[in-house]
């Protein structure tokens, strides 16, 4: 008991540290074959031939397999790391074959290499000589949406729009240019102010430092098996199938430890070719390693969007509506694009209350450059850099503190959205900006930033807030499973559907396994690999679920498990001078019953039943005073082994979650700019969260630490090029695709104000994506405190700030 | 062709016979079964692959194995005692969080190890510039340094592995 609210450590810290953890490259059996993908160097255009013929040549090459093979499985198979829909109109885009002959991309997958070793593979995948038809590429949203632009996806969408989606907030029929004239009347045009603007978010990529990769065999049960390094195992299992026209059973996907996934591998990415790979070769076991580039460019990146943004506010600094067209660039597949730009334009319209209403347009767009699909907080980065923007360009223009006018207007406590009625529950929100205006000194800070400012260095300060909500009901089904089994020794197995990926969940379960069963934290092992054949279901690592939802299975299924442990311990203690008094446990049950009939005064007749039972640090106790009966080791064993009543002591649930809350927070930044070098450094940033009650303490505050890194990394530095005449990647490697290292991130300070959710099995909300929401906006607010330059796109590099700075005559 | 070489690994002679193309990674990794030495990038952009080479860190997927003929390499395997207790540096990584999916951390560990046997004592910002040749996308470095700055106070060289 107590095990939540503990910073206790990471059950797989020591396997980490000592190199025992077993990553998806670390399991592979010997004597495999090595799998190479032959990527299109086209954006857009189709295959006419492709002569292999060379590459057969290569001494070691066994198999290749290109888009033009007869017998290429041709079902087309969604990849978004979203439960299947039985509803048609809610099912994902079902847009690519395992190899495609209409090329996408530049980067598309058309042939695979199989061979007896790398070199080999790698010398066969160079020496294959592809004919193409080519078509112009269309790499920028405006160029698909042109008239009369290629179709990517001729049959799916024509018009290469996946999906353009109206929301609004203030009634369904709010319309923002009638709010402006009715504004007009009732408040007089002197009393208003407009501001409107685009600002634009990049490309980027997810980054993980374990690469995609797996291998696939054919199992002793015919299955075709995968082990890979995914979030979603249970969901790749789906679409494997779906892409090899098999049955579900005849598919088997195995995850171990993972190397981080940041919604990259929410998808599913190669599984199905590096299945259909094995099976080529009569099921033996193939590898597929997909280089760094190769992930960069070829797996999935996050949507670069453009908003093009209004708002109208009164003098006095009421916010009274806003308008957003956002265009989000969608890349060559579907994968998670529709539901993304979705999201991003449902956070928008939430943040704040606009007291007349939120008109928004969201277009996600097929464009022939590199596939995106989920990255950490899932839209939410793109939106929340729009509204925190726009939110301190009006604050500016009205001359009103940017923290007042959040606090004035932000999204109110007891907050349902009208639209998906997912409801702010424990609203920490205006607590988050309070406590962080006064951990940065505000007040007084900004007071002396806003004085003029003169010299080559500037200092600003900025905000930013957000609000995520916790998993995906009801816009998506959230279901998640826990199974516990009772060791002899009175310790616990738990198995779990849901994945570690990196971000502490198996310790978090495993301190709810303890804190509701009352087993110690230290005698729960927790398995750390799902296997679809073995592990019970669920969805997996996405959208900050996990804690949540699948806390909910964990705790469902410890009250059932505590609840049979505390039925055969009343069985023992009923028995002890019968059943009991023949085994090696006769007297210390005999004991114990005497302790209890003592303790709780029971007459002759009166039985022990389980209700006066509780389990306590691992031994069974009374309830009510906790005195100590029997460990549960003596309960273990007997259950194992018992002559009169044998029972394997197990439980298993599959929780299916009809509820949802929101989490919020806010970061504050202070930034020093050096003009001439056009640098920022950020020497303070405090991020604030609203996130329930904590779990681990210690583990929380690691999560915010790597998003706000994360965070820093788009607003400051990193963007994936595509040339918009080729298509091609211009940067898709880790030396010119930067990420922040050491040198690059301040000290990160982190606070929660911890409310206790009530919908929350034990308290707790959304966590995991939000630290990486905030901290862009916040320091692109404070170069605004510093300089008076608003900067609309991220990053901001030097080469972006110097452009402003000198269009606005700093240098 | 296959080339012999002998090297010391972990405290064992090792006699091999390697392709002279052959990354001290996939050695380490494929003939020695040492999979601690993590593949992020295979051309020394990430870190994940550090081992030390007579103590001194490299990646080791742009190392030949043939470099190392003669010499002495060490991997996190090789850092734990023979009681089976994790030395201090791999201890204070796990006290201090400064792991989460744990695919930088064994060359981390590495280059703690490298900076312990410098002798030196380094501030934290010079541990920013001494790590900055490692690549985490989970920490933001921020427990990393936390358990550097421990591990330059409290682990003495003599803790060290030859």
């Keep these: ?811 | 062709m296959l080339k012999v070489i002998r090297m010391k690994v972990n405290g064992s002679l090792k006699e091999l016979a390697v392709d002279e193309r052959e990354s001290l990674l996939n050695t380490l990794r494929t003939r020695l079964g040492l999979t601690s030495v993590k593949m992020g990038c295979e051309v020394g952009e990430c870190g994940a692959c550090t081992v030390l080479v007579d103590g001194e860190a490299v990646d080791s997927c742009i190392y030949l194995t043939v470099w190392a003929d003669g010499k002495s390499v060490l991997t996190v395997e090789g850092l734990k005692k023979n009681t089976g207790e994790l030395s201090r540096i791999q201890q204070i990584f796990v006290d201090e969080a400064a792991v989460q999916c744990g695919f930088c951390t064994p060359g981390l560990i590495m280059s703690a190890v490298e900076i312990v046997g410098e002798k030196k004592s380094y501030t934290r910002d010079e541990l920013r510039r001494k790590i900055s040749g490692h690549l985490c996308r989970c920490t933001g470095y921020e427990n990393i340094l936390n358990a550097m700055e421990r591990v330059v106070k409290e682990v003495s060289d003599k803790e060290i592995p030859v």
């Design chain 1, 1 to 811: 008991m107590g095990a939540v609210g503990k910073s206790v450590k990471r059950v797989d810290a020591v396997a980490k540290v000592t190199g025992q953890a077993q990553y998806t490259a670390d399991l592979e059996p010997r004597d495999i074959l090595h799998g190479k993908v032959v990527h299109s160097t086209i954006a857009n255009g189709i295959v006419k031939r492709i002569d292999i013929s060379k590459a057969m040549q290569v001494p070691g090459v066994v198999k290749i397999l290109t888009c033009l093979d007869r017998d290429l499985p041709q079902y087309l198979f969604p990849t978004a790391g979203h439960p299947w829909s039985v509803e048609t109109a809610h099912q994902d885009i079902c847009d690519r074959l395992i190899l495609n002959r209409r090329v996408r991309f530049y980067g598309d997958d058309i042939a695979a290499v199989i061979a007896e070793n790398e070199v080999a593979a790698a010398q066969a995948a160079r020496l294959i000589e592809v004919e193409y038809r080519q078509f112009k590429p269309i790499v920028t949203v405006e160029a698909a949406m042109k008239k009369g632009a290629t179709p990517l996806h001729k049959e799916v969408r024509p018009d290469n729009v996946i999906v353009h989606s109206h929301m609004t907030m203030g009634g369904a029929d709010f319309r923002y240019e009638q709010a402006r004239r009715t504004a007009a009347k009732e408040y007089g045009s002197e009393e208003l102010t407009e501001i409107s603007g685009t600002y634009e978010t990049p490309r980027i990529s997810h980054c993980h430092i374990e690469l995609a990769t797996s291998f696939a065999y054919v199992d002793q049960n015919g299955k075709i098996t995968v082990t890979t390094s995914t979030q979603i195992p249970h969901i790749v299992r789906k679409c494997v199938a779906m892409s090899l026209g098999l049955p579900e059973g005849k598919v088997r996907i195995i995850k171990p430890y993972i190397g981080g996934g940041f919604g990259n591998k929410q998808d599913v990415l190669y599984e199905p070719l590096n299945a259909l790979m094995s099976l080529s070769v009569g099921g033996r076991a193939v590898r597929l390693e997909i280089s760094r580039e190769e992930t960069i460019v070829s797996t999935r990146t996050r949507h670069a969007m453009t908003g093009h943004l209004r708002a109208l506010v009164k003098k006095d600094g009421t916010l009274l509506a806003r308008s957003a067209e956002i265009y989000a660039n969608n890349g060559a597949y579907a994968s998670h694009g529709h539901a993304v730009c979705a999201n991003a334009g449902a956070v928008f319209k939430d943040l704040y209350a606009d007291r007349m209403g939120v008109e928004e347009d969201c277009y996600t767009v097929y464009t022939s450059s590199p596939t995106a699909g989920a990255m950490r907080a899932y839209g939410i980065p793109q939106s929340v850099w729009f509204a925190e923007c726009l939110t301190d360009d009006i604050a500016r223009a009205i001359g009103m503190d940017p923290c007042e006018f959040r606090l004035k207007n932000c999204m109110k406590e007891g907050f349902r959205d009208p639209g998906n009625g997912i409801t702010f529950h424990s609203y920490g929100l205006k607590k988050c900006i309070e406590a962080g205006r006064k951990a940065i000194d505000w007040d007084r800070k900004k007071k002396e930033y806003d004085r003029p400012q003169t010299g080559p260095v500037r200092r600003g300060i900025g905000m930013a807030i957000f609000c995520y909500k916790t998993g995906v009901y009801p816009i998506s089904l959230e279901a998640a499973s826990a199974r516990m089994v009772l060791n002899q020794d009175g310790s616990m197995q738990l198995f779990m559907g849901a994945t570690e990926i990196g971000q502490g969940a198996d310790t978090v379960f495993t301190q709810m396994a303890a804190e509701t069963t009352g087993i110690s934290f230290d005698k729960i092992y927790i398995g750390t690999v799902q296997d679809t054949d073995t592990a019970p279901l669920d969805f997996g690592a996405y959208a900050s679920r996990q804690t949540y939802v699948s806390g909910m299975a964990v705790k469902a299924c410890a009250e059932q498990f505590k609840q049979k442990i505390l039925d055969y311990a009343a069985y023992m203690l009923e028995h002890a001078s019968t059943d009991m008094a023949r085994t090696v446990y006769a007297e210390e049950i005999a004991s114990a019953r005497r302790t209890a009939v003592r303790s709780l005064k029971l007459g002759k007749t009166e039985k022990i039943t389980p209700a006066m039972l509780d389990i306590r640090e691992s031994r069974i106790v009374l309830k009510k005073n906790g005195r100590q009966l029997f460990d549960l080791a003596v309960l273990g064993d007997t259950s194992f082994y018992s002559l009169d009543r044998e029972q394997h002591i197990t439980a298993e649930v599959t929780h299916h979650c009809k509820q949802n809350t929101f989490s919020s927070g806010a970061t504050f930044a202070e930034v020093e700019v050096d003009l001439a070098l056009s640098r920022v450094k950020v020497t303070r940033i405090i991020n604030v969260h609203d996130s329930g009650r904590l779990i681990n303490p210690q583990l929380a505050e690691a999560q915010v630490h790597g998003g706000v890194a994360m965070s820093l990394g788009y607003g400051l530095s990193e963007e994936l090029l595509v040339d918009e005449k080729t298509g091609r990647t211009l940067n898709g490697n880790l030396l010119d695709f930067k990420i922040p290292t050491a040198m690059d991130v301040p000290e990160i300070e982190v606070k929660f104000i911890e409310l206790e959710d009530p919908t929350g099995p034990y308290g707790n909300k959304s966590l995991g994506e939000p630290p990486a929401i905030t901290p862009a906006p916040a320091i692109r607010n404070a170069i605004l405190n510093a300089t008076g330059v608003a900067m609309t796109k991220a990053p901001m590099t030097p080469q972006r700030l110097f452009e402003a700075f000198q269009s606005a005559g700093l240098v």
